[in-house]
């Protein structure tokens, strides 16, 4: 049993006024003396600098003092602990100058431009893109097929096909670091990122794995300002049986983007993707949706609607009514032919 020290006990007295005089012992020892740190606008021919998974802050930045990145271990030190950005240093390679103060280390390597072999996974992103992504920072296709099929994913999806829960984030890995582990990353991200989410519900019938499906739709449909409303409008759809008619699930199909417009022939395509053809849900997500997409999948606005239309960039409309779709739609297409749609260089 653990002897408990009572509250006035001589000894707790003593433990703590030998803590108090280690606390003034280490103030007056950590001046600015004892962590010598380079002077701005002196720096040195850049190397690259490998942060390991797990690595510590002190690890970190005595990796820096050998690299002579930093004068000091202690400098660099006592910035990280007092900027929690620190946190979000990713490990992998980094591309850092030398002789440089510690404040501005910090900065470089909280710089994703300078993490060499960055995996980027923006909102929506497609499985596709995230290979092609991994195959740009030197993965073989073969070594990356391989991972996926082996790869455990949540909601009881059999291995093989990962699409949706590879979770939108910049993701840097030490070198070395295999296919499989990279997926696993990402989808542990997504596993935390979610886990104040229950997928177990159902949501107007459908399982875990369609509420995905459907947030992924959302995603690629909508402005998160509208994504409550888009979602009430795809399941107000599926309810009465009409044809979810997006066209991002047609260009998620053709493996093409940006398109404000969808060629009548695209829209005869036998696929259950097709979602002009196909009754209900596509088969898998089409996308990484993110956290907020997901929210609105479970507790959509509520409304009647089963029209939407973007009938201008930061405009989109929704409505019951198929005759004031109708008259939106042509607004959108005088605006189309009018160029606001165009991206801007």
Same mark, same amino acid.
Request: glycine letters at 6%; proline letters at 6%; charged letters at 20%.
């Given at each position: 049993? $653990?002897?408990?020290?009572?509250?006035?006990?001589?000894?707790?007295?003593?433990?703590?006024?030998?803590?108090?005089?280690? +606390?003034?012992? *280490?103030?007056?020892?950590?001046?600015?003396?004892?962590?010598?740190?380079?002077?701005?606008?002196?720096?040195?021919?850049?190397?690259?600098?490998?942060? !390991? %998974?797990?690595?510590?802050?002190?690890?970190?930045?005595?990796? +820096?003092?050998?690299?002579?990145?930093?004068?000091?271990?202690?400098?660099?030190? *006592?910035?990280?602990?007092?900027?929690? $950005?620190?946190?979000?240093?990713?490990?992998?390679?980094?591309?850092?100058?030398?002789?440089?103060?510690? &404040?501005?280390?910090?900065?470089? =390597?909280?710089?994703? @431009?300078?993490?060499?072999? =960055?995996?980027?996974?923006? @909102?929506?992103?497609?499985?596709?893109?995230?290979?092609?992504?991994?195959?740009?920072?030197?993965?073989?296709?073969?070594?990356?097929?391989?991972?996926?099929? #082996?790869?455990?994913?949540?909601?009881?999806?059999?291995?093989? %096909?990962?699409? /949706?829960?590879?979770?939108?984030a910049h993701y840097s890995f030490a070198r070395g670091t295999s296919a499989e582990q990279v997926f696993e990353k990402?989808? %542990?991200?997504?596993?935390?990122?979610?886990?104040?989410?229950?997928?177990?519900?159902?949501?107007?019938?459908?399982?875990?794995?369609?509420?995905?499906?459907?947030?992924? =739709?959302?995603?690629?449909?909508?402005?998160?300002?509208?994504?409550?409303?888009?979602?009430?409008?795809?399941? %107000?759809?599926?309810?009465?049986?009409?044809?979810?008619? +997006? @066209?991002?699930?047609?260009?998620?199909?053709?493996?093409?983007?940006?398109?404000?417009? +969808?060629?009548?022939?695209?829209?005869?395509?036998?696929?259950?993707?097709?979602?002009?053809?196909?009754?209900?849900?596509?088969? !898998?997500?089409? /996308? #990484?949706?993110?956290?907020?997409?997901?929210?609105?999948?479970?507790?959509?606005?509520?409304?009647?609607? =089963?029209?939407?239309?973007?009938?201008?960039?930061? @405009?989109?409309?929704?409505?019951?009514?198929?005759?004031?779709?109708?008259?939106?739609?042509?607004?959108?297409?005088?605006?189309? &032919?009018?160029?606001?749609? &165009?991206?801007?260089?």
């Amino acid at each position: 049993m $653990r002897r408990l020290v009572k509250k006035n006990s001589p000894v707790l007295v003593a433990l703590i006024a030998v803590f108090a005089i280690t +606390l003034v012992l *280490r103030h007056f020892h950590s001046g600015p003396s004892a962590a010598p740190d380079f002077p701005q606008g002196a720096s040195g021919a850049p190397v690259i600098v490998t942060i !390991g %998974n797990g690595e510590s802050g002190s690890e970190i930045a005595q990796n +820096l003092f050998s690299l002579k990145v930093v004068k000091s271990a202690d400098a660099f030190f *006592r910035v990280a602990v007092a900027d929690p $950005r620190s946190s979000r240093i990713a490990p992998g390679d980094h591309l850092l100058d030398t002789s440089i103060p510690a &404040k501005e280390a910090l900065e470089q =390597l909280l710089d994703k @431009d300078r993490i060499q072999g =960055l995996i980027e996974i923006p @909102d929506g992103a497609r499985l596709a893109e995230v290979i092609t992504s991994m195959v740009s920072v030197g993965y073989s296709k073969t070594d990356i097929a391989k991972a996926m099929k #082996s790869l455990a994913l949540p909601l009881n999806v059999k291995s093989g %096909n990962p699409e /949706g829960f590879l979770y939108p984030a910049h993701y840097s890995f030490a070198r070395g670091t295999s296919a499989e582990q990279v997926f696993e990353k990402m989808v %542990n991200t997504f596993i935390d990122q979610t886990t104040s989410l229950d997928f177990s519900q159902s949501v107007e019938g459908f399982t875990g794995y369609q509420l995905l499906i459907i947030a992924s =739709l959302i995603q690629a449909e909508a402005d998160p300002k509208d994504y409550g409303k888009v979602s009430r409008t795809i399941y %107000n759809r599926l309810r009465i049986n009409m044809p979810l008619q +997006l @066209d991002t699930t047609v260009q998620y199909l053709l493996k093409r983007r940006g398109e404000i417009t +969808l060629a009548l022939k695209d829209t005869k395509i036998k696929s259950a993707y097709n979602t002009y053809q196909h009754y209900g849900l596509p088969p !898998g997500p089409i /996308g #990484s949706p993110t956290i907020a997409a997901m929210k609105a999948a479970l507790t959509p606005e509520a409304g009647d609607w =089963l029209y939407f239309i973007t009938v201008a960039p930061g @405009d989109t409309r929704f409505t019951k009514s198929h005759d004031e779709f109708l008259v939106w739609k042509r607004e959108y297409q005088k605006n189309v &032919k009018a160029g606001l749609f &165009k991206v801007k260089p």
